[in-house]
């Protein structure tokens, strides 16, 4: 299967959540881990996420730095990555700050009555530009649409920034080869806080282990870095 070389990137706290249950968003990583994955983004094409995570944070999903962005023009690429967002219902909010920024456009992957919801949706968006579609990836999407979706938009690296739905999706899938974990040094300790992933069956389990190929320290936050296999 011809598909991008995908990186799953996540901040995590000692017991595995990537939240807790207030309204306020919880920090878990310190500036300098942001501009890692600001470094990391700038060297992908697409950066993907979950209409969760979508709804939980409006985020942009941009490239923040100007160096960086300086630097994607002079490759001859888009200052900004292509945004994709994976629902499974097709249910997304036309004034997301993600359809409304960057230069490279976006795609909403869904599937059955998910795609008339999600073009209905998108046709209701503020202003047209940047652009965005909507694509049939199954119902519900599969990993592997989605990826032979991009690849075949010219995407050789994607980063997949979550949430927990979407970080099952793809590390149960098989086709992520690369891990990124940033482990804030503190527990939430909250039963019903949103955890990295949701039970499935992973094929690196306890008999096929992820390969550690780097750790590090970045203030109090440990960076871990595995490879996967599944590009080796």
Known sequence: MDRPHTILSCAISVDGRIDDTSPERLRLSNEADF???????????????????????????LVRSPELRERRRAQGRTEHLLKAVVTRGGDVDPSARLFATGDAGAVVYTGGDGVGLARERLAARPTAEPPAEVVDAGDPPTAEAILADLAARGVGRLLVEGGGHIHTLFLTS????????????????????????????????????????ESRALGDVAVLRYRLGAGE
Request: proline share 10%.
């Open 35 to 61: 501009a890692e994955i600001d470094a990391l983004r700038a060297e992908c094409d697409a950066i993907l996420v979950g209409a969760g995570t979508l709804r939980a944070d409006d985020p942009r999903l």
């Open 174 to 213: 098989g086709l992520v080869d690369e891990l990124r974990l940033a482990v804030a040094p503190f527990f939430v300790g909250e039963a019903d806080a949103p955890r990295f992933v949701l039970p499935g069956a992973f094929p690196h389990g306890p008999v096929s282990p992820m390969r550690l190929v």
